[in-house]
């Protein structure tokens, strides 16, 4: 009997022993959730740089990570997602664990004002003045690829003495198109009202220019590609555009065409006498 009684008070002994640990763990957890929420309502989740990243360059994901910082530290503008900054330039360097704003990236494929920011390592964009109709007519976009052909005057030696001969070359091949400056037409009684052009919709890598003869297609160049185009237009040749397929990256061989040229390909007789 007495030993009965002993083991019933050990057992409740045990029973309130282990009623009471399982209280303290349950309000202890209860304690850190209320700490861990209120932590989180304290805090934002922000897009940072794992690495440095320079500018000039799409981001990629690795190159991100997401922290939580007091809400109080996070500045304005700052990704909070990773959908928010990668595949984006940054416009400036980015250093290891800084805030990424949105304000700051631009769309690599999307030229802006800042032309300089889109600009291929190792070339340079170059201005080329240009009458085409595919880019007066709004047939041709920033992105396309293009082949650049040239007409000029080259001083030629004959028997009856020196004179120009027109020649046209295929000057450049597959080039990609960077920009376009369209010139804003005003008609005459617009003008004389003193009205502006109403502004076509914005395009990425569509400037305007009040300039009428300003119609340009910007291209990234090679150093000496570009001073190729540069000495055609200074010995006043002309420049004129073809515009290639989507993916048509091909290169091909070309002859220059002069009225000897056409004269051997449709068989003319340029020494015959009129009679």
Known sequence: MRISGMLWWIGAFVFAAVAGLLTY???????????????KQNTRPVVVAAVDIPFRRSIGETELMIVDLPTDSVPEGAAQTLDQVVGKMST??????????????VTPD??????????????????VPTNSKLIANRLMRPGDHIDLMATFDLEVIREQGKGPMAESISMLQNL???????????????T??????????????????????????LLALEPQDALIVQHVLDVGGKLDLALRG??????????????FYLAKRYQIDLTREDK
């Open 192 to 217: 004389k009202n003193g009205a502006t052009a109403a502004q076509p919709a914005q395009e990425g890598g569509v400037f305007q220019t009040s300039d009428e003869r300003g119609q340009s297609v």
């Open 246 to 259: 989507p993916g048509d990256d091909s290169t091909k061989e070309s002859v220059a065409v002069d009225q």
């Open 25 to 39: 763990g349950v309000l202890t957890t209860k304690a850190s959730s209320l700490s861990e929420t209120k932590v």
């Open 92 to 105: 400036e360097d980015l250093h290891v664990k800084e805030p990424i704003l949105i304000a700051k990236l």
């Open 110 to 127: 999307i030229v802006t004002q800042q032309v300089a920011l889109s600009v291929p390592k190792g070339k340079i964009v170059m201005a």
């Open 176 to 190: 990609e198109v960077h920009a376009i400056i369209l010139p804003i037409k005003l008609d005459d009684k617009a």
